[in-house]
């Protein structure tokens, strides 16, 4: 057989039913993750013609977008931010209830951002097509496993047949040489990636990134740049499985065991490309040379090193973005003033995330006039990090800690940013808006948003690493 | 509720421009109204934040506030139209608004793919083509779903590229899950041997 992709053999393996000129193929789906906000109208489209979930036991779901990240009150109440939200919740809990799917609810200590308690439990593994309605859903090809988001009428056609009609995008590789310096981090790198091929510059493609600074990062931080790969406009991105990503994966919940963990591993040394294998498009990016990146736009293709200064607009679109984020053209975003500052999301709410941000913030104080929220992605994460005592380093420099959820990235659970405030959020997502009506977001990797609160404004982390501070 | 939408074969409308490149889902319907579980009502909330006043009357600098958009049912948006994220509130949305077919020179994949599936025609021209279009709201345009051309006032045409399937499903308002229900033999096949492989 000729020379392969891992994305070429990630597909081929799943064809029910190749395509033909007039059919898309039917490409069979291996887990199916499932949250409250895009899923109660497919299980209503199932109800109405009397379908069941072919699969429940390769669906999971958990509760993560609409939900509270403060803790219930004394009578056991949560504080949902809208009667429509606490009755989206409970649509799920029914739904999972009567379609028999185990669900990662509020009484489980697996609850968590979707894309962050998918792979802690060992759903997400080497080899697998994932699909859910959430488009980072990109995030789970870290582990060399198909992973994109869908619409919520593909959520139902996966309920109901497990299968997906898809035509085969094309290929993209990313070539990562060198290494990071120190303070520059996986954020830093997809920040670089999307500001080099544009927002769309992924779309009708599936990205692979390869290279020497790829190999080097932990399955965390290939995480938090597969996560992004949407945003370039790819629905998927892609790493090669390897010895980093088997021994993270290794004895987890859902993780085969015994004799059966020694083929599976067999199997993904099978996966990454073949030598002499072809993309359809390659670029190449020196991994020595990216600064501490963030936006200075409304989207996330509007990236600067962040003692860059920021670029003349060149058209009218692009000025507006600048007045919106009230930002000036030749100046570095270094120094802008701060209002918020969110750590947190399937992007960047993981415990190395965490420890980055709290070995800024030990022995020193968020600025006066600075609110800073950090949102653990998930009720692992959050225990990991408070046995680590990284809550009380947050909590001692003034900033609140949180109970898992997507909280400020979509801020559709009530945290949000007034308008008009600046936020240095570690998400995803800098759109008009996003974060709050005319809030403006400034994405940073964890350092530079523990920095920016400490300093006030936005600021580089490495003038904070390596000085210690006392407690 | 079905999800079958009725059968389109033309769009015959006066066109809106939005010349915005990059316009988001978040954009089109910002997340806050995502805690809906119907699918029907997000008309009112299409474009929310650039539409409406701070009174919450209708912005009249929003374009599609202005009187020659008003009943417009195609939109040309400027490039890479409904980046970001999979909501298909998006589309949702836009149709309850009253816009069946959007056009633009780059449509993002996750959304056009949701359009599609909701009756909502997702047509991607040549830069020259978008830029005229661009350059000249409110010309009538017929758009032949079976033929694959937008008709210009001046009699001339322009094509467009729309996959075999989804032009059969649209035309017959044939909905995909039914399609792949009658996979199912070869979904279990498919099962059968994935699991003695494992």
Redesign the interface.
């Known amino acids: 057989m000729s020379a392969r992709t891992l994305f070429d053999k990630l597909w081929d393996t799943h064809q029910?039913?190749a395509e033909t000129?007039?059919?898309?193929g039917?490409l069979?789906i291996d887990l199916h993750m499932v949250h409250e906000?895009?899923s109660?109208?497919a299980f209503?489209?199932l109800r109405?013609?009397g379908?069941k979930v072919?699969r429940p036991d390769r669906t999971l779901a958990t509760l993560d977008?609409?939900t509270p990240t403060l803790p219930p009150d004394a009578q056991g109440k949560r504080p949902y931010y809208?009667k429509?939200?606490e009755?989206?919740v409970a649509?799920l809990e029914a739904n999972v209830r009567e379609f028999g799917i185990d669900l990662m609810g509020w009484d489980s200590p697996q609850r968590g951002i979707v894309h962050v308690a998918g792979p802690e439990v060992g759903a997400t593994r080497p080899g697998m097509t994932i699909v859910c309605?959430?488009?980072h859903t990109a995030t789970h090809g870290a582990f060399g496993a198909l992973a994109f988001?869908?619409?919520?009428?593909?959520v139902?056609?996966v309920l109901?047949?497990?299968?997906?009609?898809q035509?085969k995008?094309k290929s993209f590789a990313i070539h990562v040489d060198g290494r990071l310096q120190d303070g520059v981090t996986a954020k830093d790198l997809i920040l670089h990636i999307i500001g080099k091929i544009g927002?769309?510059g992924g779309?009708?493609h599936v990205l692979e990134y390869t290279g020497e600074a790829i190999r080097a990062l932990s399955m965390e931080e290939r995480m938090t740049v597969c996560n992004m790969s949407?945003?370039a406009?790819a629905?998927a991105g892609l790493i090669a499985p390897d010895e980093t990503t088997f021994a993270w994966l290794e004895g987890r919940e859902r993780v085969p065991k015994g004799e059966a963990w020694d083929r599976a591993v067999a199997y993904w040394r099978t996966l990454p490309t073949d030598e002499g294998a072809t993309y359809d498009r390659e670029v190449r990016i020196d991994a020595s040379t990216i600064q501490p990146s963030v936006t200075y736009g409304t989207?996330p293709g509007m990236v600067v090193g962040i003692h860059t200064p920021v670029p003349a607009a060149v058209d009218a679109?692009e000025q507006?973005a600048l007045d919106y984020m009230k930002v000036t053209a030749g100046k570095a975003m270094t120094g802008e003033t701060v209002d918020v500052v969110f750590i947190g999301s399937c992007t960047n709410g993981r415990l190395s995330d965490l420890r980055a941000a709290a070995g800024i913030m030990r022995g020193r104080r968020v600025a006066a006039g600075v609110r800073m929220l950090v949102v653990p992605g998930s009720e692992q994460v959050r225990r990991d990090a408070e046995s680590e005592g990284l809550h009380e380093v947050f909590q001692a420099a003034g900033a609140e800690w949180r109970q898992p959820g997507c909280s400020m990235c979509?801020?559709?659970n009530g945290d949000l940013a007034q308008p008009g405030q600046l936020v240095v959020a570690t998400s995803n997502?800098n759109?008009?808006?996003?974060q709050g009506?005319g809030a403006r977001t400034v994405l940073a990797s964890p350092l530079v948003a523990a920095a920016s609160a400490v300093a006030g404004h936005v600021a580089d982390p490495r003038e904070y690493m390596n000085q210690e501070v006392a407690a | 509720?079905?999800?079958t939408s009725r059968p389109l074969a033309y769009v015959h409308s006066r066109t809106a421009v939005l010349?915005?490149?990059?316009i988001?889902t978040?954009?089109i319907i910002?997340?806050?109204f995502?805690?809906?579980?119907?699918?029907t009502g997000l008309g009112k909330h299409c474009f929310e934040?650039w539409r409406y006043a701070a009174d919450g009357s209708d912005d009249p600098a929003f374009p599609l506030n202005q009187p020659r958009a008003r009943g417009c049912a195609i939109l040309v948006a400027?490039?890479?139209f409904g980046?970001?994220?999979?909501?298909?509130h998006a589309?949702w949305a836009l149709l309850d608004y009253g816009i069946q077919a959007v056009i633009s020179s780059?449509i993002?994949?996750?959304f056009r793919?949701?359009s599609l599936?909701?009756g909502l025609l997702a047509i991607v021209v040549s830069e020259a083509e978008h830029r005229w279009l661009l350059d000249n709201p409110g010309v009538e345009l017929r758009i032949d779903i079976a033929e694959g051309t937008i008709r210009l006032p001046d009699g001339g045409s322009v094509r467009f590229d729309l996959?075999?399937?989804s032009r059969?499903c649209l035309l017959n308002g044939v909905d995909?899950?039914g399609?792949?229900?009658q996979?199912?033999a070869?979904?279990a096949a498919?099962?059968s041997r994935?699991e003695e492989a494992a």
């Open positions: 029910v039913r000129d007039t059919t898309p039917v069979y906000v895009t109660p109208q209503d489209e109405s013609r379908l072919r977008h609409s809208t429509e939200a009755a989206q649509k309605g959430d488009s988001g869908i619409g919520t009428t593909e139902g056609h109901a047949t497990q299968c997906l009609l035509r995008p927002i769309g779309t009708g949407i945003e406009g629905r989207h679109v507006r979509i801020a559709m997502r759109f008009e808006g996003r009506k | 509720m079905s999800q010349r915005n490149e990059n988001d978040d954009r910002p997340a806050r995502l805690t809906t579980t119907e699918r934040d400027g490039r890479n980046c970001g994220s999979s909501r298909e589309p780059e993002a994949d996750i793919g949701n599936k909701n996959d075999a399937f059969h995909q899950l399609f792949l229900l996979q199912g070869d979904i498919f099962e994935m």
